[in-house]
């Protein structure tokens, strides 16, 4: 697969990173959005992060003014004529990607493929809008696009395997681990990840320890790098309550995927997280996630315990149901979420009957369909094979 140019629209966080990584591996990039004071910032940030490579050594002065020169910002749609990759990044909106994909299809050349970064709305209903939905192609990128290694590649029904092959082949060549995923909702890891966040308001909710306790316990005990309060203060309230219902509506409000109320009405209050200075934890203090209390060790454990078996449930369903095969699921979670370790060789080394027997506990003690164990349990072997 011959790709030279690539054309990124929206310039937010998103968008500014891809192009960014598309440039300094030597291609033409051209960066849409509609406005221009966006594009104005992007330019500003991109040759920033680039300064700050070439001050650490990690790119040569020379081939920062390459880079830099190999971006073009563009602010018109009907200028986008000549790439051929076009991957959308815009608001996670269907309605704005459907419109978007329908006025690009008659812009680009036919050779051009069309790619989304959604991160959690149907591929296939986003190409069902095209004529030619064959070279249309879920490409998710993870935050920050530089630095994290995974993208999710989701053919829909109707795409070319060979596009498939094509974009494996380019991501990787990129330094990037490519996992292909089945058009379902949240894909791999945000499908995967959902209790790592419900479980874990489910928890506050019931009074049974505090965010800041939660999040102790889970770097502690589990080595994840941030707990499930400090990431959704990262990532935005907003946005990650969004990327739940989605998944939810999308799973015909499945329990398993309800959203919390609690981090709702945190959201409906403005306390969105670290840009809005609180949610979770006020980051005006001098030390925001400080626990002053000792935390009893069985308690501890049992939370720990709880929320984990709750992700291992739903790794192993992610791959009963063929989302992806075992090795990708464990790498799309420690290279697309940073966990400390792959999904399923934690369940392996703690046994499954062990987790398997902590949801059953789970479903008699609140008789609620949301703690349910997935019939991949059953049939472990084959599914690890």
Not at 262 to 288: C, T
Request: glycine share 6%; aromatic share 12%.
């Amino acid at each position: 697969m011959n790709i030279n140019s690539i054309a990124i629209a929206g310039a937010g966080t998103m968008g500014i990173g891809i192009a960014q990584l598309a440039a300094q591996n030597g291609h033409i990039v051209f960066l849409y959005d509609i406005q221009q004071k966006n594009l104005e910032n992007a330019r500003k940030s991109i040759e920033n992060n680039l300064q700050k490579l070439a001050e650490k050594g990690k790119l040569p002065s020379s081939t920062y003014e390459e880079i830099v020169q190999r971006i073009h910002y563009i602010y018109q749609l009907e200028n986008l004529t000549e790439c051929s990759l076009f991957i959308e990044a815009i608001i996670e909106n269907f309605e704005a990607k459907k419109t978007l994909f329908s006025q690009i299809e008659k812009i680009v050349p036919d050779s051009c493929i069309l790619a989304s970064n959604t991160s959690s709305l149907s591929i296939n209903r986003l190409s069902s809008v095209l004529t030619h939905p064959e070279r249309f192609v879920g490409l998710h990128f993870f935050n920050p696009a530089t630095i994290m290694k995974l993208v999710e590649v989701i053919p829909g029904i109707n795409t070319s395997w060979a596009i498939i092959d094509g974009l494996k082949d380019l991501m990787t060549s990129w330094g990037k681990i490519p996992a292909v995923a089945k058009d379902t909702p949240g894909f791999i890891v945000n499908r995967v990840a959902r209790p790592f966040y419900g479980e874990a308001l489910r928890i506050a909710e019931e009074g049974l320890a505090t965010p800041a306790e939660i999040d102790q316990i889970m770097k502690r005990l589990g080595g994840f790098r941030m707990g499930p309060f400090e990431l959704m203060d990262f990532i935005g309230l907003d946005v990650n309550f969004s990327v739940s219902y989605s998944v939810f509506e999308q799973f015909y409000y499945d329990p398993r995927y309800k959203p919390s109320l609690l981090q709702q009405r945190m959201m409906e209050s403005g306390r969105l997280g670290r840009k809005s200075g609180k949610g979770f934890y006020d980051y005006s203090l001098p030390n925001p996630f400080e626990v002053t209390q000792a935390l009893d060790e069985s308690k501890s454990q049992a939370i720990f315990f709880r929320i984990l078996s709750m992700l291992i449930n739903e790794a192993v369903d992610a791959v009963y149901f063929q989302i992806a095969d075992a090795q990708a699921v464990d790498k799309a979670m420690m290279y697309g979420a940073n966990y400390p370790k792959g999904l399923l060789a934690w369940g392996k080394e703690i046994g499954f009957d062990k987790v398997k027997a902590e949801i059953d506990r789970l479903f008699e003690h609140y008789k609620d369909m949301r703690y349910r164990a997935s019939a991949g349990f059953y049939v472990i072997d084959r599914l690890l094979d």
